[in-house]
C-alpha cells in the first residue's frame, strides 16, 4: 500500500531530477540580450537603482527574484538560472497534482507532454519571464477548476482572490497573459447563460479591481506618473518584423492563418493538441463547450488559449498578434498537457481505434 502511494510522487521527482540534470549538462549561459538584460536590472534593483523608464523594469516577479537570489548566492549564472527552475519545477507540480487522482499512466503522459517539449525544457533554467507567464496561467485555472469541480461552493471569496492573484502574478510578469482574455470572457459568458458560479466571478471582479489600483498606487509612489509602465512600453516600442499592424495585409493574413500553425508544428507547441483537437470529432464533439465537467474545463481551455494564441491582438489601438517566438507560447504546454494525457490514456486502456 505504501509502494502504491509513493509511486506517483517518484515518478514526479523523476521528472523534477530530469530537469535539474538538463541545467547541469546543457545550460550554456545566458541566451541572449534579454536575460542580460534582466541580470543588469536585477543588479540594479540590489544598488537601489531601478530605471523606471525601461519597460523591463515593470516586469517584477523576474528583476525581484533574481536579485534575491544574487543577494543570496551572489552575481552568476548559477544565481540566474535558479528562479527560473524554481518556476518549472511548480508547473510540474500543479500539473501533477491536477492528473494524480487519474493514475500512474496518465500522470506519466502529463508531465512527459509538458517537460519534453523542447522549448520547455530549453528555458526551464533561462532568466526570462515566459515561464512565469506559464505559471500564471496553469495556476489560476486550477485554483477554477479546484473550485468548479473539487471544493466547497461557499469558499467562493478565498478562491476568487487566489485566482486574481495568480493572473495578477502574470500580469505584473510580462503582457503575454493578455492572450488569456478570451478564455476568460468565455468561461465567464458560459457561467452566466447556465447560472452557475456567479459568485465566484463577482469576487474575482471585485479583487482584480483592488489589486490594479494597489498596482498603479504602487506605481504613482515610485515613478510620479500613475501611466507610466505603459508610457514606457510606448516609448521602448520600435519598428520590428513583428509589428503586423505596420506591415502589408499578406504579411498579416500568413501569421495569423499559418504562421502559428506552422510555428506550433515544428517547434513541438501542437503535440498535446494534435489530441485535443481529435477528441472533438467525436459524435456530439461540441458537448464539451458546456464545460460540464473537469476534462471538457481543461479541454476547451487548451483550445480557446491556442487560438487565442493565433488570433488574439497584444495592441489596444491596431490589430497586432503576438511575435512567433515559441517562447511566448510556453503557457499553452501545461494547459494541454491535463486533457491530453487523459485521451492517451483512454485511448490505451479502451483500446479503441477511432481516435488512432
Not at 53 to 75: K, M, N
Not at 248 to 260: A, D, E, M, N, Y
Request: glycine share 6%; net charge positive; with cysteine.
Amino acid at each position: 500500500m505504501n509502494k502504491n502511494r509513493l509511486a506517483p510522487y517518484s515518478i514526479l521527482l523523476i521528472y523534477i531530477l530530469l530537469v535539474v540534470l538538463y541545467h547541469l549538462f546543457g545550460y550554456t549561459g545566458h541566451f541572449g540580450f534579454d536575460d542580460i538584460h534582466y541580470a543588469e536590472l536585477a543588479k540594479g534593483l540590489l544598488g537601489g537603482d531601478l530605471d523606471f523608464g525601461d519597460h523591463y523594469a515593470y516586469r517584477f516577479p523576474v528583476i525581484l527574484f533574481t536579485a534575491i537570489f544574487y543577494l543570496i548566492f551572489g552575481i552568476s549564472d548559477f544565481a540566474s538560472s535558479l528562479p527560473a527552475l524554481a518556476i518549472t519545477i511548480l508547473i510540474l507540480i500543479i500539473v501533477f497534482n491536477t492528473l494524480r487522482e487519474h493514475g500512474l499512466k496518465t500522470i506519466i503522459l502529463g508531465l512527459s507532454l509538458t517537460t519534453f517539449s523542447n522549448w520547455f525544457l530549453f528555458y526551464s533554467d533561462k532568466l526570462m519571464p515566459d515561464i512565469y507567464v506559464a505559471l500564471s496561467v496553469i495556476w489560476a485555472l486550477t485554483i477554477l477548476h479546484r473550485y468548479k469541480f473539487k471544493s466547497d461552493k461557499n469558499k467562493a471569496a478565498r478562491h476568487a482572490i487566489l485566482f486574481t492573484l495568480a493572473l495578477f502574478f502574470g500580469f505584473i510578469s510580462k503582457g503575454t497573459i493578455v492572450l488569456v482574455l478570451p478564455l476568460l470572457l468565455f468561461l465567464l459568458i458560459t457561467d452566466i447563460i447556465q447560472k452557475r458560479d456567479l459568485k465566484f466571478w463577482a469576487n474575482s471582479l471585485i479583487s482584480g479591481l483592488v489589486l490594479l489600483a494597489l498596482y498603479l498606487f504602487t506605481i504613482l509612489v515610485l515613478t510620479d506618473n500613475v501611466m507610466e509602465r505603459f508610457d514606457a512600453i510606448a516609448g521602448n516600442s520600435y519598428l520590428n518584423r513583428c509589428s503586423y499592424d505596420q506591415q502589408s495585409l499578406k504579411i498579416l493574413l500568413k501569421r495569423v492563418f499559418i504562421g502559428f500553425f506552422e510555428l506550433s508544428i515544428f517547434q513541438t507547441l501542437a503535440t498535446g493538441f494534435i489530441f485535443v483537437i481529435a477528441i472533438l470529432f467525436q459524435k456530439k464533439g461540441l458537448r464539451f463547450f458546456r464545460i460540464n465537467d473537469s476534462f471538457s474545463f481543461f479541454l476547451v481551455s487548451a483550445i480557446i488559449l491556442f487560438l487565442s494564441s493565433s488570433f488574439m491582438t497584444i495592441s489596444a489601438n491596431s490589430y497586432s498578434p503576438m511575435c512567433l517566438d515559441p517562447r511566448h507560447y510556453l503557457f499553452l504546454l501545461p494547459v494541454a498537457s491535463i486533457p491530453a494525457s487523459r485521451i492517451i490514456a483512454d485511448f490505451l486502456e479502451s483500446k479503441q481505434h477511432g481516435l488512432q
